[in-house]
């Protein structure tokens, strides 16, 4: 099959659903003939206009706002709004507008949009361009929160995304912007709550997002020289968050590592180790791991960094900590 | 602008239906029947009707949290509204919106909004959607003199301006923020001033004058759907009560008594009533009739509103998420 970068997967994807639905328009800070920071958005301003593919001022709360009226009001915008850390300049926008308004008003209108935003550190930003604290949009019930780790799944998924009529909160990784995979050149969708069985072993289930997926699968070659099996399943998405394959793996393994690169406080890990007590506690082997990062800001120096990023040096350990269980 | 006999019958009505549905709301309020918040309009009823004189049931407002006026004059069914303040399934958001979410998508009633400022951007963007589908829909924006301090108030009217789009920003100037006066609030007099930084009109008019309201908004209204952008109409005005029912003694501990009777004497619908008259545009006995009439559409939305049911406790539950596929 043909291979695409994640950026490109995306940025077919945006393609696709403008040429089929004259409703999608795309809004965000120098999207349009720089073609995104990231190039995510590069050719399509030239290919649909400065009326569909709008550069806007430095402006969050405005347009991811005029995203919400637009969406209110007959259109399917998508909100670019680079890293993850500018969200905050529009939570008001996102929180307590776009993810409410179908419920205050008792389920009359909708706003069927997506805020596109990425994470991820690694590339001595600092702590205010390379946080990834995607999980603090799952807290806020009326969200969709997507969260692609591959090209396959970035295309499809943000197909979805824009066909959905709910609010989508698109979560990016930096680092894979770059990363090469097949995409099929059709147009196709990850449908929401489906996760996916990244590689299948017998001994510990990593439940893992983003950048972690191919982080783990690294790790996993490693412990398969110790005649260690990983599982690693990758959500896509983490509302809707598909309990019953995480579960079921968890049954199989008895063992639940969760590698997820978000503060480690309150971020999807807890959620996940939270529901594995809750509900499947009798399975467990062995306590519930936590690979995340730590509850610091990201640090600027090099050698800082890479110690903070969540990796392959931390999975190893953690899995073979859980394997003292038996 | 010679506005017809018609005309000034129907604003007279609908400032009387704004002032005699919050009457209610007073007494109910006193009395434990209406629960929550209830920040009344009581004043202010020429700026409402003024500007929703102007629009067609297809145009979209923006309102606040004081906002049973604006969504009345925008033509609101009267007796799902109290229903809705009442905290009842037939209310116009099934009872989980109450008084500060009031929305009704049949009208382009875009929602009141609990956030100061929050409606501003949600404007814009309806004002973006009429543009992006070509039709000549306005959107006429609701918000208050303190509101305009907020970051959204710059970001909203740069963008308009920028895309020269058909929204009607209304700053209803009733000189407080709670109870912060406008000279504590900010450093200028007149709030219009501001359009200038924007490269838009601006204007300043007295708020409790119907007439002026209405021929004001009526221009901007008609430069908004012929594509020339957008206006800042700032109304100044008073608010009668407290911000909220049970402020106490109305304010006073941040007002002077001598302040509110001074407003009420320049109350906007008898003024109205009185230029009627002396004009011979309608007689007191018809404009008594009138008064009636809406006391009697205010009985019939009180007991509507009484009779109905509350909403199921699963109900809660639902309306989250728009279904997909339905």
């Known amino acids: 099959m043909r291979e695409l970068s994640y950026a490109d997967a995306i940025n077919e994807a945006l393609k696709m659903a403008m040429k089929e639905d004259e409703r999608v328009v795309l809004l965000g ?7 995104g920071i990231f190039q995510v958005t590069k050719g399509l301003q030239q ?4 009326d569909r593919v709008v550069d806007t001022p430095i402006s969050e709360a405005g347009f991811v706002g005029g995203c919400v009226g637009a969406a209110l009001t007959g259109m399917r915008p998508v909100a670019e709004l680079m890293f993850i850390d500018f969200s905050t300049a ?13 419920y205050m008003f008792g389920g009359q209108g909708s706003v069927p949009m997506v805020v596109r935003m990425n994470v991820g550190a690694g590339r001595c930003a600092a702590a205010q361009h390379s946080q990834s604290f995607h999980s603090i949009f799952m807290h806020m019930p009326g969200l969709y929160v997507a969260i692609p780790s591959t090209p396959y799944d970035a295309k499809g998924l943000m197909l979805e995304s824009i066909r959905n009529n709910n609010p989508v909160i698109f979560v990016e990784h930096k680092k894979l912007y770059i990363e090469k995979g097949p995409v099929p050149e059709e147009s196709y969708t990850v449908p929401f709550g489906k996760a996916d069985i990244k590689r299948e072993g017998k001994d510990v289930t990593i439940v893992a997002t983003h950048a972690m997926v191919g982080r783990s699968l690294k790790a996993a070659e490693k412990l398969a020289k110790e005649g260690i099996e990983v599982e690693i399943v990758d959500p896509r998405t983490l509302v809707p968050l598909d309990k019953e394959t995480i579960f079921e793996s968890v049954k199989k393994t008895g063992r639940l590592l969760v ?38 800001p990201v640090p600027f120096s090099p050698q800082l960094e890479q110690v903070y990023i969540p990796e392959v040096k931390d999975l190893v350990p953690a899995v073979q900590n859980l394997m003292q269980y038996s | 602008m010679e506005i017809s006999k018609e005309k000034l019958i129907e604003l007279y009505t609908t400032m009387m239906k704004c002032r005699q549905f919050e009457e209610r709301i007073v007494d109910l309020y006193a009395r434990g029947q209406v629960p929550g918040l209830a920040h009344l309009y009581i004043g202010q009823e020429a700026v409402a009707a003024g500007v929703c004189g102007n629009l067609n049931d297809d145009d ?13 004059a925008k033509g609101a069914d009267l007796n799902r509204m109290m229903a809705e303040l009442f905290g009842k399934k037939i209310g116009f958001c099934k009872g989980k919106g109450g008084s500060m979410h009031i929305a009704d998508m049949s009208l382009g009633i875009l929602g009141a909004n609990g956030i100061a400022g929050g409606g501003l951007p949600i404007a814009v963007g309806a004002g973006w959607s009429a543009k992006w589908r070509g039709t000549d829909q306005v959107t006429a924006c609701f918000f208050g003199d303190a509101a305009s301090n907020n970051g959204t108030f710059h970001e909203s009217l740069n963008l308009a301006a920028l895309h020269k789009l058909p929204v009607i920003f209304i700053c209803e100037n009733n000189q407080f923020g709670i109870s912060v006066c406008q000279t504590k609030h900010q450093a200028i007099t007149d709030i219009s001033i501001r359009s200038t930084s924007y490269g838009m009109p601006g204007v300043t008019i007295d708020g409790n004058d119907v007439v002026a309201v209405y021929e004001t908004t009526a221009k901007a209204v008609k430069r908004a759907r012929i594509g020339e952008g957008p206006t800042l109409i700032e109304c100044k005005t008073y608010r009668w009560r407290g911000h909220h029912e049970g402020d106490p003694n109305l304010g006073s501990r941040y007002r ?25 545009k309608a007689t007191k006995k018809a404009l008594e009739a009138i008064e009636k009439d809406v006391l009697k559409q205010m009985d019939d939305a009180v007991a509507f509103a009484k009779e109905a049911d509350f909403p199921a406790i699963e109900e809660m539950y639902e309306d989250v998420y728009v279904k997909e596929g339905v």
């Open chain 1, 29 to 35: 800070e120098d999207i349009g003939c720089y073609g």
């Open chain 1, 47 to 50: 290919e649909f206009g400065e």
């Open chain 1, 90 to 102: 529009c939570m008001d926008a996102i929180f307590n507008q776009m993810a409410k308004m179908h």
């Open chain 1, 259 to 296: 590698a997820d690169e978000d503060y480690k406080t309150c971020g999807i890990a807890a959620e996940i180790a939270a529901l594995a007590a809750e509900e499947i506690i009798q399975y467990l082997k062995a306590p519930v791991a936590r690979v995340c990062s730590p509850d610091t």
């Open chain 2, 60 to 72: 979209y407002i923006t309102s606040t949290h004081r906002g049973h006026g604006h969504v009345v």
């Open chain 2, 256 to 280: 002077d008594k001598k302040d509110i009777d001074a407003w009420k004497l320049k109350c906007p619908i008898e003024r109205l009533a009185k230029d009627m008259v002396k004009n011979r």
